[in-house]
């Protein structure tokens, strides 16, 4: 199978300029969610496929649909409003990224770095009123589990918004970015998209 690795040309169906087009797609990616400019959303949703229904996962979803999981375009446009709101700044590592090709398919990875700001303590003021709370009700309420594993979840998951919401301003927090990309007459587009953060 064709593959591209990193600024490398690859064997068979990809080739350097492959490689190159598909890193520059990541790092317009990039740009966006550096600027963070909600009147330019709809443009930069250029950026995803066209005629098939794009996918965002977040790194707090938890179904397909939920705030965080983005299905279609106006899922994954939601998704990306609520992070150029109120998420962590995002740094990718676009030339560290791993680019595979084969034919008009595309796939890649790449390390990142997520950083503290105002704008992710508001996310966070936020996403506790209006998601966290009710979670944390149901999974009280859950008589599936034992007392102590509801109890054990609430402590965990609680201590990491408090903990979260007191890093300093520019602490940052390594995270994994994956994505698969098409190709059609206007270029390369993000089919889906991956967030992901290690476990605590």
Do not use: N
Request: net charge negative.
């Amino acid at each position: 199978m064709g593959h591209t690795g990193k600024g490398a040309a690859g064997a068979g169906a990809g080739t350097e300029g492959d490689a190159a087009d598909v890193r520059s797609a990541l790092e317009s990616f990039q740009d966006g969610y550096t600027r963070r400019d909600v009147t330019a959303l709809d443009r930069f949703m250029e950026l995803f496929v066209t005629d098939d229904a794009p996918e965002l996962v977040g790194t707090e979803a938890v179904e397909p649909g939920d705030l965080d999981w983005g299905i279609d375009h106006s899922g994954v446009r939601a998704v990306i409003k609520w992070d150029w709101r109120f998420w962590w700044d995002v740094r990718l590592d676009v030339q560290a990224a791993r680019i595979h090709v084969h034919d008009d398919v595309a796939w890649l990875s790449a390390p990142g770095k997520l950083e503290q700001c105002e704008r992710a303590r508001a996310g966070t003021r936020a996403f506790v009123e209006q998601t966290l709370t009710t979670e944390l009700h149901e999974t009280l309420d859950d008589r599936r589990r034992v007392p102590e594993e509801r109890l054990a979840e609430l402590a965990v998951r609680s201590l990491a918004r408090v903990r979260d919401y007191h890093l300093p301003e520019g602490t940052g927090r390594p995270f994994t970015f994956t994505a698969v990309l098409v190709r059609d007459a206007g270029g390369w587009r993000f089919q889906t998209i991956h967030f992901s953060v290690a476990a605590e």
